[in-house]
């Protein structure tokens, strides 16, 4: 199941990363139809994306490995929720470390291609709105700074990545506290810890 911003826990934030391109590299549409045929590929490293088969179209999930802060590892997954020929939309599902989408678009103005990542979200639960605030914003800024930095080196050019951010709505929504027994986190977290004792348990008996 997804979760829309609303059914978040913490405050809620809209951020815009922007990475401006020289048309007569690239034009938008082209840009667009790059991203979503190579979107893991410019991942930052330690991080996996794990296509739908049939590619990036709505109604397709995608898997993720994530490193969040303190190299903790996180598994979970998006939903595609639009995708046309100038931009595509990922909706995070119940667990996730964020309520909320995050918008790729490109567009053209004069001489100049923009190349934009926009997130709207609220971290789930508490656990996941302490992390946002002991380092996981930074974290999250630079997840897709660089994730802007590897489409412009793809491009061929220097990148200039713009980043702005607006906290939309400053309280917490203490009612969706409970979104924390869906954490993917905790899930992720257990079934790391159960490993070792799991293969003990398949080891043949003598």
Not at 37 to 55: E, H, I, M, Q, V
Not at 134 to 145: A, I, M, S, V, Y
Not at 156 to 184: F, L
């Amino acid at each position: 199941m997804t979760a829309a911003p609303i059914q978040g826990f913490g405050k809620m934030w809209q951020k815009t990363y922007q990475l401006r391109l020289p048309r007569d590299a690239v034009t938008a549409k082209d840009l667009v139809s790059t991203w979503k045929d190579r979107f893991s590929d410019f991942w930052p490293a330690g991080n996996r994306f794990y296509a739908p088969l049939t590619g990036i179209a709505p109604g397709e999930v995608a898997l993720l490995d994530l490193t969040v802060a303190g190299g903790m590892p996180l598994s979970t997954g998006v939903m595609v929720l639009y995708a046309d020929e100038q931009s595509f939309t990922l909706m995070t599902p119940q667990g996730h470390m964020f309520a909320g989408w995050i918008t790729f678009s490109a567009s053209e103005a004069g001489d100049v291609t923009v190349a934009q990542v926009q997130v709207l979200m609220r971290a789930s639960d508490p656990i996941f709105e302490l992390g946002l605030v002991l380092g996981g914003h930074r974290q999250e800024d630079r997840f897709w700074r660089d994730t802007l930095r590897s489409l412009a080196a793809y491009v061929g050019v220097e990148p200039d990545v713009s980043i702005q951010v607006v906290c939309v709505d400053k309280r917490r929504q203490w009612r969706r506290w409970t979104n924390v027994w869906q954490s993917s986190a905790l899930r992720t977290t257990g079934y790391v810890l159960v490993a070792p004792l799991r293969r003990v348990a398949q080891r043949p008996h003598p």
